[in-house]
């Protein structure tokens, strides 16, 4: 079965740059959400798109933005990129008339900040 | 505090054991209740779900949900070396917008 997929799988930056991480959802999902996972922490929800238009913002810092396009893929971009925001990033989708928890994680992207 | 809280153990039981693991949350809004399963350096993986109150069984796990006491449980029988990971219990409101709220993860590992 299809899964999520995230891209990159791992990205190295340095203070002060900008990163670009990529979510696509499984075919048919039309809800993504972006989640942040430090060392040892649980997944901090951070931003929420259903059918392109944002429905929920948690603890996203003013430096990170982020879009779903028309197909569906979502995109989050970070800037000033900063030591405190290496962590894994998730991506979940999940299906229209489904439950809010019934949410499908991808792979996620390890974003390590030198 | 949190509002969701969960011991993070480590727990390290015998194989074939049960397993008991919990929750407690403080927001009544609070509608559905997930266990999530993650392995190391994975995503988390959706294991069960309820809505309100009561139980629900799917092989050899069981989750509980009394919200009078405002607390969850999953319960995992003739556990396995490969159950080996992080439980992590979650928590929404009914709105399909809604987030998840998570709790801060239970490590287990079963001993071959």
């Known amino acids: 079965a299809a899964g999520v997929i995230q891209s990159p799988r791992h990205l190295i930056k340095e203070k002060r740059e900008t990163a670009t991480l990529k979510c696509y959802p499984i075919p048919r999902h039309d809800t993504v959400y972006w989640y942040q996972q430090g060392p040892g922490q649980d997944p901090q929800f951070l931003i929420s798109?259903?059918?392109?238009?944002?429905?929920d913002k948690g603890s996203i810092p003013d430096r990170f933005s982020a879009q779903q396009f028309s197909d569906y893929h979502s995109e989050l971009n970070m800037s000033s990129l900063e030591l405190g925001d290496s962590a894994l990033y998730f991506c979940?989708?999940?299906?229209?008339?489904?439950?809010?928890?019934?949410?499908?994680f991808g792979p996620g992207t390890r974003l390590t900040v030198t | 505090q949190k509002e969701v809280e969960q011991d993070p153990g480590p727990l390290s039981v015998p194989e074939g054991a049960i397993v008991s693991l919990n929750c407690t949350y403080s927001n009544s809004a609070f509608q559905y209740f997930m266990w999530y399963r993650q392995y190391s350096r994975k995503g988390p993986e959706l294991l069960m779900y309820?809505?309100?109150?009561g139980n629900k069984e799917d092989g050899r796990f069981t989750a509980q949900v009394d919200k009078s006491s405002k607390y969850i449980s999953l319960f995992i029988r003739d556990s396995q070396p490969s159950d080996s990971a992080t439980y992590l219990c979650?928590?929404?409101?009914?709105?399909?917008?809604?987030?998840?709220?998570f709790g801060s993860g239970t490590r287990l590992s079963i001993r071959p």
């Open positions: 979650a928590m929404s409101g009914y709105s399909s917008a809604s987030k998840i709220i």
């Open positions: 798109f259903y059918e392109k238009m944002q429905s």
């Open positions: 979940a989708s999940r299906r229209p008339g489904t439950t809010p928890g019934e949410q499908y």
């Open positions: 309820t809505y309100s109150s």
